[in-house]
């Protein structure tokens, strides 16, 4: 509602600066207009998410390397890469299933920002080839520190809801 009162006082302002004339308008002092600018925004300004890569290593061997931002999970960087996981990510980051389970090298696993939930741990342990590093590739958010990780795509997934 606080909102709604917002939009109506600033739409009534600038219908008001609409109404005056050319030079009535030139004569007001830069700050306010400048203020009703910044009221018409109400959102932060766009920027640029940094990129960030990623490379998948498959039980055979085979590598694929993936771009994402700066704030994707893992997850989202396999979805936004077409990357075929067999069935990677069945329940869309949910946290019902174990599908997007990985092996991160333990010095990735220990700098990893956050730790594991307990529902993240549950899932986990219906994960097949569960290792000490194993995380849920949905509840990873990537940073400019995780740039270039390399994980290791277990040999089979188990889809917990199944």
Known sequence: MALVRKFHQLSKSIFSLNSMSNKSRQNLPVPIIHSFLRKASTSEPLSEKQEVSITFVRASGE?????????????????????DLDGYGACEGTL???????????????????????????????????????????????????????????????????
């Not at 590598?63 to 990357?83: M, P, Q, S």
């Not at 986990?124 to 995380?135: E, G, H, I, K, V």
């Not at 990873?140 to 277990?154: C, W």
């Open 63 to 83: 590598r694929i390397k993936a771009k994402g931002k700066v704030g994707d999970t893992i997850l989202d960087i396999v979805v936004n890469n077409e990357i």
């Open 96 to 162: 019902t299933c174990s599908t997007c389970h990985l092996i991160f090298p333990k010095e990735v696993y220990d700098s990893l920002p956050d730790k594991p939930t307990d529902e993240e741990l549950d899932m986990l342990d219906l994960a097949y080839d569960l290792t000490n590093t194993s995380r849920l590739g949905c509840q990873i958010v990537m940073t400019k520190e995780l740039d270039g990780i390399e994980v290791k795509v277990p040999t089979t997934i188990n889809d917990a809801r199944a």
